[in-house]
């Protein structure tokens, strides 16, 4: 099937919301490790791991030995929680080991939208209150719940019902909603939180849901302290403090294995998905024993939750960051590019600001840095010029205007000095545009 012709049955058959990369869609066909090749053979390579799911390469050679010998075994593919299988409590067990400590009791989903659900749901059981509180900027998913608790009207839909849900002020410090500088603030976005809490709230919340540096919104990384004294006003309130590590986590940020940790919180819920599988369909959260157990004599289904495969790929992922130290390389690469980007920044000043951790980093595209006006159709032409360089990179923000750059966790120094190549060939192409 050609390229034109998939487009055809897509606009045919497939929702209008799924909009493809691209002027002209790319057609990917193979992978290995820190590249993909599309329908015509050509090599590209992936910064951005489909949506920042491709944590420990594509096809990694230990997955892929387990995936084979499963369908040479005639390994059972699906089961349900309903049967017994190692698969899923082994998962879990491993997820108890790399999480902060009191989590102990996993809930296995195939996304995270549905692992933020179940999150939601916990804390609103376990607290018996309904309100839950995000950020402006944030995102959870597109299910129901996630929706609500969207930041963003470009994902939100006039018929989406918001569901006892409230937003505070986003951590946003290149544009900080009170007029501060990250170095000289007292965090009031904090502050913020409590404002709203007091405001649109009875006073009594089930939880605040945050992502530990926010992915959808351009990876708007906050303050340092900021996740510290939110949680202690949301402790204040009796909430749960629920860390969406969808994109966080699994060590991208160079630090442990979730990025909550960085800044010495010990939330009482992680929801991840993404690069917990590397690519594979696979969510989850991980609560303390007492919220789980919260639910104790009602009955909740997840079909495909935990089912062997999946289970098996994101249990051997959590494997292979540990045995092979790739948290200590997302740190390693993620400062050697970073670096690389400020240099970038010197000629070409359409880069407002560089920001995130580790393998997480986010260049905001500005039309002049004094105004800091937003340059969505920049930042849009850099993604056709960097295709033609042979570079997938990824955007997001509230306007679009902001590059993500997001690769595997095992990508070495030779790759960095490419992905900084391609990119600076690019912004050079948009320089002349």
Request: aromatic share 8%; proline share 5%; charged share 25%.
């Amino acid at each position: 099937m050609n390229n034109d012709e998939i487009l055809q049955l897509r606009q045919k058959h497939v929702y209008p919301t799924k909009v493809p990369y691209y002027k002209t869609p790319i057609h990917l066909v193979r992978a290995k490790g820190s590249y993909v090749w599309d329908d015509k053979g050509e090599k590209y390579l992936d910064v951005i791991g489909g949506i920042v799911s491709i944590s420990v390469g594509h096809n990694h050679p230990r997955i892929v030995k387990k995936i084979k010998a499963m369908l040479e075994g005639d390994a059972i593919q699906h089961t349900t929680f309903l049967y017994l299988s190692e698969y899923m409590p082994e998962l879990a067990k491993k997820l108890a080991e790399v999480a902060p400590k009191g989590l102990s009791k996993c809930y296995l989903t195939n996304s995270g939208s549905e692992a933020n659900e179940m999150a939601v749901l916990s804390a609103r059981t376990y607290t018996g209150e309904p309100m839950v509180v995000g950020l402006q900027h944030g995102y959870h998913g597109g299910t129901t719940t996630p929706l609500s608790l969207c930041g963003h009207s470009t994902w939100k839909f006039r018929s989406q019902p918001q569901a006892c849900v409230t937003h505070a002020k986003a951590p946003y410090c290149y544009r900080c909603p009170f007029g501060q500088k990250k170095e000289s603030c007292n965090l009031e976005c904090a502050d913020d939180v409590k404002e709203t809490i007091l405001t649109t709230t009875s006073g009594k919340i089930a939880a605040f849901i945050c992502e530990p540096i926010l992915g959808v919104g351009g990876f708007i990384e906050p303050p340092v302290g900021y996740h510290k004294k939110v949680f202690d006003i949301v402790k204040s309130f009796g909430g749960l403090y629920i860390s969406d590590e969808v994109q966080t986590g699994v060590g991208r940020t160079g630090v442990h294995f979730f990025a909550i940790e960085d800044s010495g919180v010990e939330p009482d819920i992680i929801s991840m998905a993404k690069g917990i599988g590397n690519g594979a369909p696979v969510g989850a959260i991980i609560a303390k024993a007492e919220v789980a157990d919260s639910l104790k004599g009602k009955l909740h289904f997840n079909t495909f939750g935990g089912d062997p495969y999946q289970a098996m790929q994101a249990a051997t992922t959590i494997d292979i960051i540990r045995d092979e130290g790739l948290i200590e390389n997302a740190n390693k690469m993620g400062r050697y590019l970073k670096e690389g980007m400020q240099d970038l920044q010197k000629s070409f000043p359409v880069i407002g600001d560089i920001r995130g951790r580790g393998l997480l980093i986010g260049l905001e595209l500005v039309k002049d840095q004094k105004t800091k006006e937003v340059a969505p159709v920049a930042a849009a032409q850099l993604l056709e010029f960097a295709k033609e360089e042979k570079l997938l990179i990824g955007k997001g923000g509230l306007f679009a205007n902001v590059i993500r750059l997001a690769p595997a966790l095992n990508i070495n120094k030779a790759e960095c000095d490419e992905l900084l190549g391609k990119l600076k060939r690019a912004f050079e192409k948009l320089a002349k545009a």
